[in-house]
């Protein structure tokens, strides 16, 4: 039996991508969000930690 046919088994298995992609649109625009609202003083003084 292949993989496939495991998954048509499963009863709602179609919210589960809509869930993921979910999840990481909203991660990608929170991370987003956060490094255009950061302090610059602040990316700039992260930036230069594996220089030191």
Request: proline fraction near 4%; charge should be negative; aromatic fraction near 18%.
């Amino acid at each position: 039996m292949k993989f496939i046919n495991y998954l048509e088994s499963i009863s709602g298995v179609g919210i589960y991508p809509m869930v993921s992609f979910a999840i990481f649109f909203l991660f990608f625009v929170g991370v987003a969000l956060y490094v255009a609202k950061a302090d610059k003083a602040h990316i700039e003084e992260v930036s230069n930690i594996p220089l030191d």
